[in-house]
Structures are given as C-alpha cells and as structure tokens.
C-alpha cells in the first residue's frame, strides 16, 4: 500500500555532470506524470506516460532531458550536461486513469547543479 | 493555452480567522479543477477537485471551495484556520482527456497564533 516513491531523496552534483532520477509509481497506475518545481514558482510539466502509448514528451525543456519508463513501473528522469538552472524539486505523479483523476505526488528529489 | 494564476504568492492570517485562496483560470474549453496543499518537505496532497455538477465543492481538512464559470474563478476558503494549515497550495487545471496538470504558482498560507 505504498504511495509513489522518489529517489534519491536529494542529489548535489557539478555542472556539466549526468544525473538520473528515479520513480517508483503506486502498482497499478497506468499514468505517470513528471513535473519540475523550481524555486519560487509552481510545478512545471516534463513528460507524461500513459500505458503503452508514446509519451508526451512536450514539456521537457531541452534535448539534455529524457525520460524512459518500463511497462506500468519505474521510470527514470536523466539530465545529461546539467546546467545551474536545473537546480529544482523533481516531483513525479501516478494516476489509476488520465483526465480528472487524482494524481498520487512522490515527496520529489531535491536536485543541486553547483 | 490553458494558464492558472494565483494571485497572492503570500497570505498571512491569524489562527481561527477565515481565509480565502484565490484562483483563476483562462481556458476556451472546459476544465477540471484542483486545489493541491504541500506541507513543509513534503509531497503534493489531494485537498479538493471540481469535475461537474454542484459548483460548491468540499475537501479535506475542513477546506471548500466554489467554481465560478463566469469569472473563471476557483477560490479556496478555510471559515476557521488552524497553525497546522501553515503550507504552500497550489490551484491547478486539466483539460478533459490525457493531460497533465497546468500549476499555478502556489500561495504560502501562514497562520499566525
């Protein structure tokens, strides 16, 4: 009966490094929503998976980002090359059916580009 | 595009007084409607959702909130808040269909004891 899981929790690296993030979702959600918070503002969109279907990848800001996700489990966020302004809250959602269901948050993962 | 603005990024109240969240949308199609509350180092919790029918609508933790279609509005109200309400919210939207959520930028509620 665990809900979405986030790790790692929180992630210092250098510019220039690869980072990869990872979401575990509740068991049995088809969606899973990856979404960035970063300070002072609300939640962006990243890329969304639902099922099998190709994902919406249209709200990652840069080719640096990607995304996969295996079946209906654990997908993983990379950010390639990081820069200072990916420094932000990397928050990740699981939802049983897409449109007007409630989306389970993650805690998110802190990330730090020094 | 849809877009959700919170108009006061900060709100100070004093314990047992009323408070009111403000919250408007812009969209040219329908939406569903979404009050979130994140406690301090915590994730996104559920408080409320607006998906059709009576326009006043009621969460957890004693919050309510009313869809006003003419005035694109979702405000969220508390009649009597509590030092544990101390949190940011957030007011978010989704077209109908596989969509995510647009946030607004969140307003920190700060009661006062």
């Known amino acids: 009966g665990a809900g979405v899981s986030q790790s790692p929790s929180n992630k210092v690296t250098e510019k220039g490094k690869d980072v990869e993030l990872r979401c575990d979702p509740i068991?049995?959600?088809?969606?899973l929503y990856w979404y960035r918070q970063r300070l002072g503002q609300g939640l962006e969109f990243l890329i969304y998976f639902q099922g099998n279907s190709a994902p919406d990848k249209s709200g990652l800001p840069s080719d640096r980002f990607s995304a996969e996700r295996t079946g209906e489990s654990v997908s993983t966020l990379t950010i390639q090359r990081t820069q200072q302004e990916d420094s932000a809250v990397y928050l990740c959602?699981?939802?049983?059916?897409?449109?007007?269901?409630?989306?389970?948050f993650g805690p998110g993962t802190r990330l730090t580009v020094l | 595009a849809q877009s959700v603005t919170q108009l006061d990024s900060q709100v100070p109240v004093f314990e047992e007084a009323p408070v009111e969240l403000r919250c408007n949308y812009s969209?040219?199609?329908?939406?569903?409607l979404f009050w979130y509350v994140q406690y301090p180092n915590q994730g996104l919790q559920l408080l409320l959702k607006?998906?059709?029918?009576?326009?006043l609508v009621k969460g957890i933790n004693g919050f309510e909130a009313e869809f006003n279609k003419s005035q694109t509005s979702f405000h969220l109200r508390k009649p009597s808040v509590h030092i544990s309400d101390t949190a940011e919210y957030f007011c978010a939207a989704q077209p109908p269909g596989n969509t995510p959520l647009v946030f607004g930028k969140g307003t920190r509620l700060s009661v006062i004891a």
């Open positions: 969209s040219s199609v329908s939406v569903y």
């Open positions: 607006y998906l059709s029918g009576s326009t």
């Open positions: 068991s049995g959600h088809t969606a």
């Open positions: 959602a699981s939802s049983l059916l897409a449109g007007g269901t409630e989306q389970f």
